[in-house]
């Protein structure tokens, strides 16, 4: 077991990246590690058809135009904007992408409400001005102006989450692609001294979530200088099987869990979701669907839960009791809205179904229950 | 074509569509062997890929070898077979390259039969057209399924077309179409018994647009449908392919490297395609039968024709779907057997018309990608272009830039016969896929629209981004292998580039992307190809002077004053507003309400727009009276008719056919209806209905219609029956007892004089017990029209409610039955002023507050009939100034004070006493009336009344009136 709790992409698939270079002989735009088709492959995974010596793992799940798109337009000279629901995916689409391309996926500023224009540009070691006066050694660059300067991909979470100030210190960056800096004079022997300049195979891969609009809406001139890629909720249950499948699988690795998932159960929790979904699709108002966007990320959070459960507090296997218990107790965020829809849920729809269909539901439904009895 | 298809689910390639497929890597097979040996090649080459890639090489090899057995079969067929795929230009193409070539005598369409006699009409439309057979009475299947509809459309740039244009234009050519009638779609229709109507697939993304439902609900048929029978085959195509849908793989792998084949390529590979696609078929029962049973059809019906015309089988061409081709039935081929008997038809009558059709509805109905048939028109075009191939266009077709004035055959080349056929398909498999070259104008000229369009609905799109979709389309095609970007890796590059996280206006930049490559095209059948109904309204209309025809809502202003002679052309309009779905004929000023007449009229017309609509309807008669007098007998007599049902069909029959006779007929069975009814549920409508029509005829006709005074009668004495169980049944509501009681009371009258007892009423009203407070008080207020209570006991019994605290919580119930007692007994406005007020005087906010919404909803819902009533009375009691309010007391309270009432009947009978010596002091009127009417009663003494102050007194206070009267009655 490795010490680091979760490595990055470029790391966990070190072995993976390097075969692949080694095999690459396409096109690599700029200082690209890797081509566009063989990022394609990384991401997507590789089939019987591709030729390949060795098997290539899919790594994100979704419609393969959504990555072709995402690769493209990194190999323009534009950012990408991935946008989408909560839980869909876009981080770590946004993290394979740049630990292909650039072997780094850490370059990574966070957008919150304190983000301030230096997270993005540079700061200064104070203690070191001082003592040497303002010089590019006491500068700290940002995640991003390093990504200029070694010519890397650099990333920007929850890009609505900061102000517009701050998300306008990006316009020049993508459009000139290179940060000034005022407080270090030009001696005049070396005129870039004072301009940080991009290398080639810069870019900014920012995430967006769609549930934040309205908060700090992207002025027009920088989204003139991203493309958007959607991605959407998955909804194909064959999918989303998927990636459940994928990410508790790593999950179990990564907590040495040795614990099955029937797949009966995986069956009842996506259709639950599905379920869950098309109630919040039909509801009129906010108080008739669940606060939680129901993603793909929020199963694998129950799924998660449910494991650890089960490994740490019942008989080691899981259960539809607890997979019920783990389904309202994550789900259910507000008393008695969300609550009162479970209710509904439970007796509208799963108890006919545990009735007509046996298996796990009469299990599912009892958990489900005593779950919500406890919490209300 | 690439090896893709080929190779598809056995996966045994290494191939991607970008790499030259080449299934064992062997030597090319020797291409030019005649006869028996011409596939020998290709047969021993997929043997060895059978043998090297599968384990069990038995299975692989039966489907490898099958196909080219398949292919071997129909391509030595005698009578010339021409695969074809639905929407496919290169299916086109060399459709028109071969009838140019071949010049055949006879051609067999897979098409259904009975659609033939339609086929000439297309001339007359502008295409894409869909003909239509369409059946309303249905006599052989189960009658949920009415009405049945069967559309196949058809575009210009199809085969099919070009086979009808050929047919139809040239001289001695023969065309039959052989595929089952439309009558036996619905008889092999596999849901026989358990059909649900069919659920247009849904469009791959966005909400359709308005034109995808061109076809409503018909059933589709298509020539040459080919598409992969299984989920899994298509989607390993579209996946090693790199594309996302079906119709973007075909135009890929198919279509393009199609495009420059010559015939017998062109066939050899459709008949492969299509052989593919039906070996890996799963097992689907029901499909494959309907389909075997179509081609032993269209095989018996062929060899029929042949045998009955003694056509040559050589100068004959068969035109039918790619998948067909393939067929293995025995009744396959000019020389085929077996024991093949066609069913008759059912007894259902079927109507033959040519409805309006679009690209959307053909990509809607189908299942396509949407953009797809557009984009397959743009490549036809460019094909035609680029070939310079000269396609068949019907004479006289609309739209048609110049009709074709020359149609020189080219000299006919004899086929060639079957044993000469050369193997193309080895040669075919083996190159590398087609790629178009990279045409640099055309794609930097899509860049240039796409983002001028994009303005245009609101995007903020500059000439930067038409620089960053030119890169990203070269990018993206790079990397699905592809020289040239396809439309479709333009449309993903323009959604990158330019769609951000909102739309901005009614289209997304996917859409706009589709109408700029070609956009939606919307047929328009002409008037010759109308049906006679539909071709008589656009008659009718024709003094509008508009042009009916077009798409789009016209504006027609009708003065009927200046312009009498337009008042047919006004009757037709309604009739289509009434017969037309919303939209279609939409009065903006004038109304046709029973006895009035409009002066001036105006109508958005969209006549154009709703074509399908109106050429139905030519389905159902020959002129729009007729549809309607069917429509409306069909309403009055079907088995949900309720009494107001039929009343407002006999108001339509009057109002939109001015029918005597019908309404008359109807209004009898208004009466039938009644008399079976048993609930109130219909009572306010009726009781709407009946005066408005009660109010027209009084009007209009020098005596009522018997069934009105029998409806009346009937009418009468129905509700006095059911009044007592209302008043006390649960489920019939207080508006419903109201609407019962306003009939008895406002048709009292008419009743009474045509024989009516009104004892029946009083006995009614007095068995009548409600209990609950709203019924109750609609029950005194019935007792006080009456007589069987007097106002001031009424006003008592209010009283009596506000003062008692155990009852003053319902007291707002009273109110409502008050209000609702409106409707029968408008006379009580002002006492429900007063009780109203009193209410908001004297009621306790706790229980005032929780009834006035329920208030304000009753008045709402009442809104025309009860509160300009109570807001009159209102403004009659209440002072009009602000500053009045201080001194102004309410009218009850005076009477209270004044030493209260002497009671509504005293007061009357008294009045009674005074008006009789008046009527003694000058008897003339009423001797007068009484002569008119045949009494020859004498007066009674005056002294008989009860002296005292009368009116006379009040004649004698005032004598002017009387003076005047005077001198008038003596004439002096």
Known sequence: MSDVLRAPAETKYAEELDW??????GPKPFSWR??????????????????????????????????????????????????????????????????????????????????????????????????????????????????????????FEELTRSTSDVQDALISILSEKYISVPELQGD????????????????????????????????????????????????????????????????????????????????????????????AA???????????????????????????????????????????????????????????????????????RSKQEGGSWPEFLDGGRDTIATLS | MTGSATNGPEETAVDGPG????????????????????????REQLHEAATAFADGPRALEGILLGMVDDVDRAVREPLEIFPVCHHSPASALAMARRLREKQ?????????????????????????????????????????????????????????????????????????????????????????????????????????????????????????????????????????????????????????????????????????VGSLFRRLAPGDGDRVRVDEDRERYMWTRIREHLAAGGADPEDCLYVCGAFHAASRVEEFGVAGSGPFTISPRSATTWQHGLIPSSHAAIEAQFGLASGSVSIAATQWAKNLKRTRVQPYRLAGQDGAKKPRATKKAAPAVTAPPPEAAEDRLSGFLRRPPVLDTLDEAELLGWSVDIVRAARRSGYLASTADAIAVFETSILLAGMRDRAKPTPYDFQDAAVTCIEKDSVPGRRDVRRLVEIMMGGDRIGRVGYDALPPLARDVHDRLAPLELKLQQRGVQRALLDLSSRPELGACSDVLWMLRRLLPHGAARPIMGERKLGERSIQESWDLALGTHQRALIELGYEGVSIEQV?????????????????????????????????????????????VLAAERTADGAPEVLRRVRGLLAYYRTAEPVLPPWVESFVKAGYAHYCTLLPTAFTDEDAT??????????????????????????????????????????TALLWAAQVQLGALSRAELRERCGELLANPMVVPAYPRYLSGFVHALVPVPGLADVVVEAVSNAFGRLPDPVLLPWLPSLITTLRAGAADLAPLLVREAGRIFPARLTALDTWVPPWREVVEAGGPDGGRTGAAGGGSRGAALLFAHPGTLDAVAELLGCDGTWAAADDCPAGPVGAVLTARHPDTAIAWESLLTGA
């Open chain 2, 19 to 42: 790499r030259a497929p080449s299934p064992n890597g062997s030597a090319p097979a020797s291409a030019n062997s005649p006869g028996q040996a011409s596939f020998a090649a290709l």
């Open chain 1, 20 to 25: 692949l270079e080694s095999i690459d002989d």
């Open chain 1, 34 to 155: 890797l081509s566009p088709k063989m990022v394609r492959l990384f991401i997507l995974g590789s089939e019987r058809a591709d030729g390949l010596d060795r098997e290539i793992s899919q790594k994100w799940f979704g419609d393969r135009s959504f990555v072709e798109r995402s690769i493209v337009t990194l190999a323009s000279d534009r950012g990408l904007l991935l946008i989408g629901d909560p839980g869909t995916g876009k981080s770590w689409l946004a993290e394979l992408l740049s630990a292909a391309i650039s072997r780094n996926s850490t370059l990574v500023v966070q957008g919150t409400a304190g983000t301030t224009e230096d997270h993005i540009k540079y700061a200064w070691n104070v203690s070191m001005v001082i003592a040497k006066g303002q010089s590019r050694e006491s500068m700290i660059p940002s995640p991003i102006m390093t990504a200029m300067e070694t010519g890397a991909i650099g990333r």
């Open chain 2, 628 to 672: 309607l007098e069917q429509r409306l007998r069909r309403d009055a007599y079907g088995p949900r008719a309720t009494t107001a049902v039929v009343l407002a069909a006999v108001e339509d029959a009057t109002l939109y056919l001015g029918s005597r006779r019908l309404s008359d007929e109807l209004g009898a069975r208004a009466l039938e």
């Open chain 1, 282 to 352: 039909a509801a009129g108002s906010d108080d008739e669907k669940l606060e939680s966007s129901l993603s793909t990320a929020e199963q694998i959070g129950v799924l998660e839960d449910a494991v650890l459960h089960s490994n740490f507090f019942g008989e080691r296997t899981l259960t539809a009791r607890t997979l019920a218990s783990s389904l309202v107790g994550s789900l259910a965020r507000r008393d008695p809205e969300d609550l009162a829809i479970f209710n509904k849920y439970l007796h509208g729809v799963v108890e006919p």
């Open chain 1, 188 to 279: 005049g022997t070396d005129a870039g001294d004072n301009i940080v300049f991009a290398k080639p195979g810069f870019s900014i891969i920012a995430t967006a979530n769609s549930r934040d609009r309205g908060v700090n809406d992207l002025s027009s001139a920088l989204k003139r200088r991203f493309n958007f890629v959607r991605i959407p909720v998955v909804t194909n249950k064959k999918s989303e099987a998927e990636i459940v499948r994928f990410r508790t699988e790593e999950l179990l690795r990564r907590h040495a869990i040795d614990l099955d998932v029937p797949p009966t159960l995986l069956d009842v929790l996506l259709q639950s979701f599905a379920d869950l979904r098309a109630s």
């Open chain 2, 104 to 272: 055949p005598k006879v051609v067999y369409l897979e098409l259904c039969e009975d659609m033939a006699p339609l086929l000439g009409e297309l001339r007359n439309c502008r295409l894409p057209v869909a003909v239509q057979a369409f059946a309303s009475d249905v006599d052989g299947f189960p009658a949920e399924w009415a009405p049945l509809s069967v559309v196949a459309p058809i575009t210009e740039a199809s085969a099919e077309y070009q086979a009808i244009a050929y047919a139809l234009d040239t001289p001695g050519v023969e065309l039959v179409l052989v595929d089952r009638s439309s009558d036996h779609v619905f008889q092999w229709d596999s849901r026989h018994g358990e059909r649900t109507p069919q659920d247009p697939p849904a469009p791959a993304d966005g909400v359709p647009e308005p034109e995808a439902a061109l076809h409503g609900e018909a059933v589709g048929v298509e020539i040459g449908d080919l598409r992969p029978r299984f989920a899994e085959l298509e989607e390993h195509l579209l996946r090693h392919g790199k594309v996302r849908h079906w119709s973007e793989w075909w135009h890929q792998y198919v279509e393009v490297p199609l495009g420059d084949s010559d015939h017998e390529a062109y066939r050899q590979v459709m008949f492969l």
């Open chain 2, 734 to 775: 207080v508006g419903q007892v109201a609407a019962m009681l306003g009939f008895l009371f406002s048709m009292e009258s008419l009743a009474l004089s045509l024989g009516c007892d009104r004892a029946q009423l009083e006995l009614a009203v007095a068995q009548s017990r409600p209990t609950d407070p709203e019924r």
